[in-house]
């Protein structure tokens, strides 16, 4: 059974960072493109950063670069998203995915989630 875990989300103030792991089992971690993507109350589920099988390669929305970092450990099976200069829009659901096909920024070309860990930035 596959199973992504995201932990480290919690309460900052803007300006403020965060880091976000996803530990990942029931699956060869090291075959998988690893993203992360984040839901705001009412709107869709948006991308964020993903990571390469080797995590040579990192993409990133625009809203993310310069300020969040993407990476994997794969001896841990964990992917970590490192969040600097936290803005309140940045306050959102975050899940973890992993998908076989590799890069992309389409949600549903992903194949296992986990269940969110929620960031919220006072302004």
């Known amino acids: 059974q596959v199973r992504l875990v995201e932990s480290g989300g919690g309460l900052v103030q803007a300006g403020g960072s965060l880091s976000l792991s996803c530990a990942a089992s029931?699956?060869?971690?090291?075959?998988?493109?690893m993203a992360w993507f984040r839901q705001a109350p009412g709107l869709e589920r948006t991308f964020v950063a993903a990571?390469?099988?080797?995590?040579?390669?990192?993409y990133y929305a625009d809203s993310a670069k310069g300020r969040f970092t993407i990476s994997r450990d794969n001896a841990k099976n964990t992917a970590y998203l490192q969040m600097n200069s936290l803005r309140p829009e940045d306050t959102a659901v975050y899940y973890c995915?992993?998908?076989?096909?590799?890069?992309?920024?389409?949600?549903?070309?992903?194949?296992?989630w986990g269940q969110g860990t929620q960031v919220t930035v006072s302004s």
């Open positions: 029931g699956l060869t971690f090291n075959t998988y493109f």
């Open positions: 990571v390469s099988y080797g995590g040579g390669a990192r």
């Open positions: 995915a992993a998908g076989r096909g590799g890069y992309t920024n389409y949600e549903h070309d992903y194949d296992y």
